[in-house]
């Protein structure tokens, strides 16, 4: 049955047929609320490109939120640095699905100028699933703007039937790593007999 | 007849992350009810070991390094390690690139403080509405960076010896517009907010800082001058040329947030003033001492210089062992000494006070844990 | 400023003190740890150095050594630069926070990354790393850190 076929005559100016995963990934796509997670200097350039001059507000990211639990996006602006890394895996774990991350700048992306550093991750891609990176030292604000709009188009990319969030038995939470006397570790998993 | 309550202080923590904009810093309060009884700060979130990395890097390239410390104010910590190393080997810049120096460093400082004030109203609930507009001036400031050095926040304009490159042509017409027209810009922030009720009520009298405390403390730049030391290391100990300019020191009578903020406007007033004088006395000339050929390698000694930095006294202390790396190489934060003063400022205050008061000290993240 | 005057001035005081003075761009003078507090308290009384600017410490390869700069708020001009000597195997040095509060944070900064300890400091903790971290990171001989990521 095709459209014409569905849909009475005095209603098709009213009835839109489309995927469920269009309409799905458009709603989604076009009001992502992101994290401030600003740690360093990038997390400047983020909060100017909300300012009038660059205006995220137009892409639907009208307010930077402070609590996880309201956002989608999680900038990660900035050195992670090892002293940081347990707060920024709690902060992933916390936030809802479907979640993203953009890695923002050099060091997010892999240490930056900073990766000889006794106290710095090398990159924020070892400790989560990074979407976007966006280089720069730091990066200008287009640049930001640029690598959200790609962040747009893999939104609108995904179906819902390959989703990892709806599927069963798979685990999505990340351990969060502990302070060990010389740098990070992971839990220890605990079995139970 | 009156019962009073078994009550016992409750101990919460204000995490690395949270709203308000200063970053990943975290107190540790004690509270009675709502008052605030014990405060402990607690830093290193940010530890980006620049210690370590600049005994790894040669001299020269540790200047992209220092924009990194205060990022909020880059051209004021490139000078003061510029200084520092220019003592320890004995260059003498040229004269146009001293003045150009001294014009980028005021200009820096008026843009820091206005981004301080729009951040402390912020804090107070204003929401972003001051900030935009400090941020939407900053913008100028920005476009005069990139023309003159090709980046907007991160310059890497100073080298040990002079400036990078000579000013392009659009800059100074640029330059005499934004300094024309930032005294009404000062005072449309006047205007708004000095005389204001909410300002008023919320920062009298809160977060007193008496003078003798504040120099026990260390605490140096608008904080001290806050509490009515007239201490100024551009007076003090003068560096660069500033004893050619006219200029004053600033200070306030209590020490409270409110007279932390009146003396940062008035020290942006004070810098457009040097800015102009800069600008009508600019000499023709070279921008930069030639270097002499081959590695550079500062003969051995330590050397300590520090500059009045938008925040306070900033200082590098280097050791030089006469090789190609510095030996040690020290950075004495302003922000780091003056957080010390946060748990005086605290006690017996509440708890939306700490914001408050926390901006008013102004720190960047950056520079305290380096 | 650390001029011939103030040593010559300062040597006559305290004999017993053993000064020397080092010559350099920055001259200094150099005080045994056992006497640094009362140097610098009577620095601070008498003399009105009462603004201890910076405070760091240095790895050699035969000793450590703790530099302090203090000015002083009314007088004009450079600083009174004293410095300490401390053994490469246990280095210690009495704390100056009953003098300067200022003091406070540096000295544990330095404990933190240098690793020399400050006897009478209230509250000796690590400030820039976190508590339980072994090593002292900016000593010459560190070796490095060692960690766990999830995805490597």
Redesign the interface.
């Known amino acids: 049955m095709t459209e014409q076929d569905m849909v009475p005559p005095e209603l098709r100016r009213n009835v839109l047929i489309a995927p469920i995963d269009y309409v799905y990934n458009l709603g989604r796509a076009a009001s992502v609320w992101p994290l ?6 990038c ?3 983020m ?2 490109s909300v ?3 660059y205006d995220l507000a137009r892409f639907g990211m009208e307010f930077l939120r ?1 609590s996880p639990r309201q956002a989608e996006l999680m900038f990660v602006a ?2 992670v ?4 890394a347990p ?1 920024v ?1 709690r ?1 992933y774990d916390q936030m809802p699905e479907p979640k993203y991350v953009l890695a923002m700048g050099a060091c997010a992306i892999s240490g930056g ?2 990766k ?6 090398p990159g924020a ?5 990074v979407d976007v990176y966006v280089p720069g ?2 990066p ?1 604000p287009e640049t930001l703007i640029d690598g959200i709009i790609k962040l747009h188009k893999q939104i609108r990319g995904e179906h819902i039937r390959t989703s990892p969030w709806y599927r069963k038995g798979v685990e999505r939470e ?2 969060v ?1 502990e ?8 839990p220890k998993e605990e079995k139970s007999e | 007849m009156a019962t009073t309550l078994k009550t016992e202080n409750v101990t919460i923590n204000m ?5 308000s ?1 200063h ?2 810093f975290r107190m540790i309060l004690t509270l009675d009810g709502e008052t605030i009884v014990d405060l402990e700060p607690i830093v ?6 620049h210690e ?2 600049g005994e ?1 890097n040669n001299w020269i390239q540790n200047t ?2 220092t924009d ?1 410390l205060d ?2 104010s880059p051209m004021s910590n490139e000078f003061a390690y510029v200084l520092a190393v220019e003592k320890l080997a004995e260059i003498e810049p040229p004269e146009r690139a001293k003045y150009i120096r001294i014009i980028m460093v005021e200009l820096n400082r008026v843009i820091n403080h206005m981004v301080a004030v729009g951040f402390l109203l912020n804090e107070l609930g204003c929401f972003f509405t001051p ?2 507009y400090a ?2 001036w ?2 100028t400031l920005m476009d005069l960076y990139e023309m003159v050095a090709g980046s ?3 310059p890497n304009y100073f080298w040990i010896g002079g400036v990078a490159g000579d000013l392009p042509e659009e800059f100074l017409p640029m330059c005499n517009e934004f300094v024309a027209a930032l005294p009404g810009f000062i005072d449309e922030l006047e205007r708004l907010l000095t005389e204001n009720e909410i300002v008023q009520m919320r920062c009298r009298d809160v977060g007193i800082l008496p003078p003798d405390v504040a120099t026990a403390y260390g605490c140096t730049g608008p904080l001290l001058r806050a509490s009515g030391v007239p201490y100024d290391v551009r007076k003090a100990e003068p560096y660069s040329i500033y004893d050619r300019f006219d200029f004053d020191i600033v200070m306030g009578t209590v020490g409270d947030v409110y007279d932390r903020y009146l003396v940062r406007i008035a020290e942006m007033r004070q810098s457009v003033r040097i800015v102009e004088q800069a600008l009508r006395d600019l000499p023709e000339g070279e921008t930069a001492t030639p270097r002499k050929k081959g590695k550079f390698r500062p003969p051995e000694g330590d050397v300590y210089h520090r500059i009045e930095a938008p925040k306070g006294e900033l200082g590098f202390y280097l050791v030089s062992d006469g090789s190609e790396n510095p030996y040690r190489y020290k950075i004495r934060s302003p922000s780091f000494v003056n957080l010390q003063a946060m748990s005086y400022m605290c006690k017996g205050r509440k708890v939306a006070d700490v914001v408050i008061i926390l901006g008013s000290v102004d720190i960047t ?2 520079e305290v844990d380096r | 400023m650390t001029s011939r005057e103030t040593f010559d001035r300062l040597a006559e005081k305290f004999p017993s003190f053993e000064l020397a003075y080092v010559e350099g761009k920055d001259p200094a003078i150099l005080v045994k740890a056992d006497n640094l507090v009362e140097l610098a308290q009577h620095l601070r009384d008498e003399e009105g150095y009462d603004y201890c600017s910076s405070i760091t410490g240095v790895d050699y390869p035969d000793r450590f050594e703790v530099v302090y700069h203090l000015y002083s708020m009314k007088k004009e001009g450079g600083p009174v630069i004293l410095k300490v000597h401390a053994s490469r195997e246990e280095p210690e040095v009495p704390s100056v926070v009953s003098l300067w509060p200022g003091a406070d944070w540096q000295e544990r900064e330095v404990w933190d990354l240098m690793g020399i300890r400050f006897s009478d400091h209230p509250n000796l903790k690590r400030v ?8 002292h ?1 900016l000593r010459k001989d ?1 070796p ?9």
């Open positions: 401030m997670f600003g740690l360093a200097c997390a400047f350039e909060i100017v300012t009038s001059r402070a900035g050195t640095t090892k002293k940081m707060q895996v902060l100028p900073f000889d550093g006794y106290n710095v991750v891609d070892k400790l989560l699933p030292c730091p200008r990340i351990p790593p302070y060990g006397p010389w740098g990070l570790v992971l | 995490g690395p992350h949270h709203p904009t970053g990943v290193g979130y940010l530890h980006r070991n370590k990395i790894q992209p390094f990194r990022y909020i900030m935009f941020l939407r900053r913008e907007r926040m991160m993240l950056g | 820039l790393m976190w508590e339980g971290f072994q090593g990171p560190f490095g850190t060692q960690d766990e990521y999830t995805f490597s």
